[in-house]
C-alpha cells in the first residue's frame, strides 16, 4: 500500500529562521512528487512537481529536492506570510491523476 | 486563465438530504478528479474523471458518485448523508501535463 508521511506535524519558525520539512514515501512506481501549501479554508496551492530522485525545483524562499525514498522542501529566510500548512503527494505510475497525500506539515512563522 | 471553480461554496444539509457539488476545470483540462477533507483523515481520493469515464475510483461507499459532462465540468453526489459525512470537497483539474490544481472546495455541514 503507498504510504507518505510527513514530518514534523507542526513547525514554528522566527522570521527568517531556515528549516527543512520532511516528506517520506513507500510506493510501487513514482510517477511524481507533489508538494502544495493550504491556507485555512482555501484549496492546495500547486507548488511543485518532482519526477526523479536527485531533482531540485525553487520558487521564491522554497526549495524542493527528491532522493528515491524521500523530499524536503527547504524554506530559506521564511516570513509571515509562509506560514500556512504543507502538504506533500505521491502519483504512481498505474493510478492516472490520483494523489496520495501525507498529513501535512503545520508552519508558523513568527515576526 | 481562469483556475477551478466549485460552487457551492458552502452548505448545510440534514442527515438522510443528497447533495450535489459542481466543479469547472481549467478550460482545456479533461481530467477531473475529487477528494474529501476532514480534519481526522486529511485528503482522501473520491474519484477521476477523463473525457466522462470514471478512470480510478477511492475507497468510499456507494453513496458517493460522480460524473463528467463532454465540457469536463463534473458533479458528484452524496446521497443519504450521514454526520460524517461533513467535509471540505475539493475538485482538482488537470491537463497533458499530469499538475494537479485545486479549486476552493464546497464545504458540506451535515446536521
Known amino acids: 500500500e503507498d504510504q507518505v508521511t510527513q514530518s514534523p506535524e507542526a513547525l514554528r519558525l522566527q522570521e527568517g529562521e531556515s528549516s527543512s520539512l520532511n516528506c517520506s514515501y513507500t510506493?510501487?512506481?513514482?510517477?511524481?512528487l507533489f508538494w502544495y501549501r493550504q491556507d485555512p479554508g482555501k484549496g492546495p496551492e500547486f507548488l511543485f512537481t518532482?519526477?526523479?530522485a536527485g531533482e531540485e525545483k525553487e520558487k521564491e524562499r522554497l526549495k524542493a529536492t527528491l532522493t528515491k525514498k524521500e523530499s524536503f522542501l527547504h524554506i530559506t529566510a521564511p516570513k509571515p506570510e509562509d506560514s500556512a500548512t504543507y502538504l506533500c503527494a505521491v502519483q504512481i505510475e498505474t493510478s492516472g491523476s490520483r494523489l496520495t497525500f501525507g498529513e501535512g506539515t503545520q508552519l508558523t512563522v513568527n515576526p | 486563465k481562469a483556475g477551478v471553480t466549485q460552487t457551492p461554496r458552502y452548505l448545510i444539509k440534514t442527515r438522510g438530504q443528497q447533495v450535489t457539488l459542481s466543479c469547472s476545470p481549467i478550460?482545456?483540462?479533461?481530467?477531473v478528479s475529487w477528494y474529501q477533507q476532514t480534519p481526522g483523515q486529511g485528503l482522501q481520493f473520491l474519484f477521476e474523471?477523463?473525457?466522462?469515464?470514471?478512470?480510478n475510483k477511492g475507497n468510499f461507499p456507494g453513496r458517493f458518485s460522480g460524473r463528467q459532462f463532454s465540457n469536463s465540468r463534473s458533479e458528484m453526489n452524496v446521497s443519504t448523508l450521514e454526520l460524517g459525512d461533513s467535509a471540505l470537497y475539493l475538485c482538482?483539474?488537470?491537463?497533458?501535463?499530469?499538475?494537479?490544481?485545486f479549486g476552493e472546495g464546497s464545504r458540506l455541514t451535515v446536521l
Open positions: 474523471y477523463f473525457s466522462e469515464t470514471q478512470r
Open positions: 482538482a483539474s488537470s491537463g497533458y501535463t499530469g499538475e494537479l490544481f
Open positions: 510506493v510501487s512506481g513514482l510517477r511524481g
Open positions: 518532482l519526477y526523479s
Open positions: 478550460s482545456g483540462h479533461r481530467s
